[in-house]
């Protein structure tokens, strides 16, 4: 996939799909990120046409805009995306959080809010970084 990390680096991983009509948004996106959030490394694909030949892009938010002709991405980790066995001593919540780190999850909601920044045009801002805490009690 292009974009794809070095197996030794660090830091959290995603993946970014954007149907044709999604694929200025998809490089926004990227971009954003890239500028925005140096630790989130992404790989991302673009699909043909409204994606109905990905099957396995077929659930989600995103695919109801897609089938509209709406802009939208799909940007997961891809842990939700196959069937994993949740142990008995885990909540669903729980099971989520071990394998989709909460520092994967907070630089996705950094690089979506850089996103939505860029494309609105926001010329000044102030950026502030809260400490994320990644444990489950």
Known sequence: LPGRPQQDSQ???VFNFANERSYPLFQMFNQAAQENVPGLQISGLPVPGHGE??????????????????????????????????PEDK???????ELNSVV?????????????????????????????VNEIN
């Open 11 to 13: 830091g959290s991983f």
């Open 104 to 132: 994967a999850i907070a630089d996705i909601v950094k690089a979506t809010i850089a996103t939505v920044a860029k494309g609105a045009q926001i010329m000044h801002c102030v950026r502030y970084e809260a400490p994320v």
């Open 91 to 97: 909540t669903p919540s729980e099971a989520f959080l």
């Open 53 to 86: 030949d990905a099957y396995v892009l077929q659930s989600g938010d995103h695919a109801p805009f897609w089938y509209h002709h709406y802009p939208a991405l799909k940007v997961t980790t891809y842990m939700g995306m196959r069937p994993l066995p949740i």
